[in-house]
């Protein structure tokens, strides 16, 4: 659930320097909308919430909203997706509130380059808020993700390989998919999961762990025991086949797959004095007619016309 479009990072995989057009205030969900959808969704057998934007920690009274979700029945997991730029000031309060698993984006451990590639000059804050995350065993297994692009992410391999072993996080390398803001994607700038994997074990042999039905990543165990590192390839290796989630953007609208070509209005029947039966049998309808498959390289794929931001990546 995307609780914003907001962003105060301009990653170039996602956004153009000078932004986008922001929802106005009155077209984003309110925080007792969320939760009524996430409660319908709950009492329909969804048992896992991952808060996304935009930047999530952006959106005014956050641990709020969470705190309002970790009590709803049903929940059985609550997550959040975070750059992590506000993870110190907000991680006490994000744990007290019930998110009991975070994912936090890194997309390179040097400052120079993390600065190239997001247009911030923020790597020393998010590393702060790695380490004040930390300090709350019941935040763990905390995971950090970093987007894989060609002539970039080769120089990060290694080094986050070794933050994966030396460390409690579970580095993770999601393939580049083309959902930036200039569609200037292509097959040649993604830098695939198995490259990445056999550039690590070329120096830390692997061995794999069972991958559960309905899960984005492939996760592997070092050998020695020294920590997990995964790798999320929706390019290279699809796992469109037993996918299992749905996303609602910032402004209520349901997307079957994160390249949704069309979308399901739920702000627009809330606002207009649905129950919860009527809401339920809208979503219902929409998750019947979910894509089989994203298309993604293939002849006649066609790419979203909203970016990861305004999604909910």
């Not at 929802?23 to 969320?34: C, N, S």
């Not at 920690?57 to 997706?81: N, W």
């Not at 991680?91 to 009991?100: C, F, K, T």
């Not at 290796?237 to 070509?261: K, V």
Request: aromatic share 8%.
């Amino acid at each position: 659930m995307s609780v914003t479009d907001r962003c105060n990072f301009r990653c170039q995989y996602c956004m153009p320097a000078e932004g986008l057009a922001w929802l106005e205030r009155a077209e984003v969900l309110t925080f007792e909308e969320i939760a009524r959808v996430v409660a319908v969704c709950a009492s329909m057998g969804v048992g896992d919430v991952r808060l996304t934007g935009g930047e999530p920690l952006v959106r005014r009274g956050f641990p709020k909203l969470a705190a309002m979700l970790a009590h709803t029945e049903g929940v059985d997991d609550l997550s959040v997706t975070t750059n992590g730029f506000l993870l110190e000031r907000d991680a006490e309060a994000l744990v007290s509130a019930g998110i009991n698993r975070f994912n936090v984006s890194v997309d390179s451990l040097q400052r120079d380059r993390f600065y190239a590639l997001t247009r911030r000059d923020a790597l020393p804050q998010v590393l702060r808020g790695l380490d004040a995350l930390a300090r709350f065993p019941e935040a763990f297994p905390i995971k950090v993700n970093a987007v894989a692009l060609r002539g970039f992410t080769e120089e990060e391999v290694l080094p986050f390989a070794e933050l994966a072993r030396r460390s409690p996080y579970e580095v993770r390398f999601i393939e580049y998919m083309p959902l930036d803001a200039d569609h200037a994607w292509t097959r040649e700038q993604v830098l695939t999961g198995e490259e990445i994997r056999a550039a690590i074990e070329a120096v830390h042999p692997l061995e794999p762990l069972p991958r559960e039905p309905g899960a984005t990543a492939r996760v592997y165990r070092f050998a020695d025991g020294a920590g997990r590192i995964g790798f999320i390839n929706p390019v290279s290796e699809p796992f469109c086949g037993d996918c299992n989630r749905i996303r609602l953007t910032a402004d209520g609208r349901l997307r079957t797959c994160l390249f949704s070509l069309n979308e399901t209005d739920l702000r627009g029947p809330m606002r207009a004095g649905a129950d919860d039966d009527a809401l339920e049998e809208i979503i219902r309808d929409a998750v019947w007619r979910k894509e089989l498959k994203h298309n993604v390289g293939e002849p006649g794929f066609i790419q979203p016309a909203r970016t990861m931001s305004a999604i909910g990546g």
